[in-house]
């Protein structure tokens, strides 16, 4: 079973279920790091239908470990779409009204161009043969996505965790296409802890002999243990102390007392080490490298001369952040700083707190007032963008 | 702050202070009204800063453009000039600095609305003079240990720290008890003893 989900996530990554726009070497991706990425390829979904105006559109980013099913049942792990709460027909992003386009980064494992992808020139899995691929280079594909589509403005951006970076880089490398945005859950830069955590992840993965160097898809081996241990290090940072508490405490796992070994005794233990080997069968290990470093290298305000503010300078984009209380990954105080910076920008911002003690995944939760907000953003901006209710 | 009768009369004299649309700021934005109100009857591009996070997710909510932060610490982030008008509606007195407060809302806005209630009215100089209490009325509802507002004012005392800042006072309105306005032609003693808010139109 495990087996069968890993071959298709390898197989995902050339040939994906989703629907596949080619850009051939006439059309190449500007890289940051000084390249180009030719021919490459971007893997999306959509629901919903666009409008003559081409002016309904949405744009959901995913997160690192995210991917372009977002409101439909994953290929590869058979689960609901991975915002299903929060998008679909009837819901607070009605498909419905709205054309909803996601698409896969480049850099991931599902359909877009990324390590995983057979290289042209060798016939063989990229590996670390693939340059570095920045926030920004992500984005510029989806520029591409969107002229392919025929939309000059997006009506919303909206995503999470490192889907919010992407908004956040959109609202400032292409304000003019793009009405409104909500960055959720995120940050303008990684702090020096999130680089530290994802550095641990990375170190995880290769330090695993069957990583072999990156190219171990060409010996037909994947690095399951380091990526597992970097999934569990990494989820640790997507919930909170308290919420720990409350699900786990100190609960022993299917025993009555402890063993006096390295059994996984306490549940806490056996839930992390379940999260690890479900994430290694649907997730590509050098992915992962590459868009953990990604987030690393993402500094907006270091993008524009060390002041954030002018990276949003004469924005006429509405904007709509939301931290969550419990979230120590991306803290409130991340998100108050970009306000303080749209503030000082002129830009139209709400900016909404919401008390919860589930840690950073919360936004991809069923959170009430998240959605609240959310719901009230997005009416008002499609009142103001004359989008008929 | 809690919005009772008298308070919704101050809101319709702010509104009558700004023209249709206006850039916004309401300082202490509450629960949205003032901003509401400002965009049916005056179209104006309207932005909020409230402390409260229930009052911030539910201006959001209701499609507001509202942040949540402190008028005493967030105001520096607002560039010069950014508004036509900074509204400062029933909040000075709960501010914890409310001269460097005062002296922002003229850096940020060309003009600035502050209302407040006078605590030089004669019923707060009733209740001290003759009962010895601190006043609770029904504007004031907080007993002295539990009151948000920290630093209240009389109206004399307002315009003297206008004066203290440049600013020029362009209007100002006392509202009695009924939340009636209070004739123009009488002197600022009257004002002072019957006007229980006041409002000030005020530039720089």
């Known amino acids: 079973m495990a087996a069968q989900r890993a071959a298709r996530t390898n197989d995902e990554a050339d040939h994906p279920s989703s629907p596949v726009l080619q850009f051939g070497p006439d059309k190449p991706l500007k890289l940051d790091a000084g390249t180009f990425l030719a021919p490459f390829q971007i893997a999306y979904q959509t629901y919903g239908t666009l409008n003559d105006a081409r002016s309904n559109a949405i744009l959901v980013c995913h997160a690192l470990t995210g991917d372009q099913h977002v409101a439909n049942t994953n290929p590869v792990t058979g689960k609901p779409g991975w915002w299903e709460v929060l998008i679909g027909p009837g819901k607070i992003i009605d498909t419905n009204r709205f054309f909803v386009i996601c698409s896969n980064v480049v850099g991931g494992c599902l359909g877009s161009t990324g390590p995983a992808s057979t290289n042209p020139t060798t016939g063989k899995p990229y590996g670390l043969d693939l340059p570095i691929i920045t926030i920004r280079d992500m984005v510029r594909a989806q520029t591409m996505l969107i002229d392919h589509f025929g939309i000059e403005k997006l009506f919303c951006v909206l995503g999470g965790s490192m889907g919010g970076m992407q908004v956040l880089e959109w609202a400032a490398s292409h304000s003019e296409r793009v009405f409104c945005v909500l960055p959720i859950a995120t940050g303008a830069r990684h702090s020096s802890q999130n680089i530290a955590f994802h550095e641990v992840g990375r170190q995880a993965v290769m330090a695993d002999p069957e990583w072999h160097g990156g190219k171990y898809l060409d010996f037909g081996k994947r690095p399951e243990k380091g990526l597992a241990v970097a999934r569990m290090a990494a989820h640790i940072t997507y919930l909170s102390e308290a919420a720990l508490h409350r699900k786990f405490g100190r609960n022993l796992q299917d025993r009555e007392a402890l063993t006096f070994g390295f059994d996984a005794d306490f549940q806490i233990e056996s839930y992390l080490r379940h999260q690890g080997m479900t994430f290694v069968d649907r997730f590509d290990a050098n992915s992962y490298l590459y868009l953990t470093r990604a987030m690393d290298y993402f500094d907006l305000a270091a993008d524009h001369g060390g002041r954030l503010a002018d990276a949003f300078a004469g924005t006429k984009t509405r904007f709509c952040l939301v931290s969550f209380t419990s979230d120590w990954l991306f803290p409130t105080e991340e998100s108050r700083s970009i306000v303080h910076a749209l503030n000082a920008a002129g830009a139209s911002v709400s900016f909404v707190e919401i008390e919860t003690d589930r840690g950073h995944d919360a936004f991809l939760l069923d959170e009430p007032e998240l959605f609240a907000a959310i719901n009230g953003f997005i009416a008002s901006a499609a009142r103001a963008r004359g989008l008929s209710l | ?204």
């Open chain 2, 1 to 204: 702050m809690s919005v009772n009768r008298a308070q919704r009369v101050d809101l319709e004299v702010v509104t009558d202070l700004i023209p249709a649309n206006s850039r916004v700021l309401d300082v202490g934005s509450g629960d949205g009204l003032l901003l509401e109100l400002l965009q049916e009857t005056k179209q104006v591009d309207g932005r909020g800063l409230e402390l409260s996070q229930r009052g911030v997710n539910e201006c959001v909510a209701r499609g507001l453009s509202v942040v949540q932060g402190d008028a005493d610490k967030d105001l520096e982030f607002y560039p010069d000039k950014g508004f036509d008008f900074v509204v400062l509606s029933q909040t000075l007195q709960a501010t914890r600095n409310p001269k460097l407060v005062l002296d922002e809302l003229l850096r940020i806005g060309n003009r600035a609305i502050v209302s407040f209630p006078n605590f030089g009215h004669w019923r707060v100089r009733f209740s001290l003079l003759v009962k010895g209490r601190m006043p609770v009325t029904k504007d004031l509802p907080y007993s002295w240990y539990d009151t948000p507002n920290i630093h209240f004012c009389t109206i004399r005392d307002f315009v003297n720290l206008c004066e203290e800042l440049g600013a020029t006072v362009e209007k100002a309105t006392a509202l009695d008890a009924n939340g009636q306005k209070i004739g123009l032609s009488m002197p600022w003693w009257f004002w002072n003893f019957f006007g229980q808010q006041a409002v000030f139109l005020l530039r720089r």
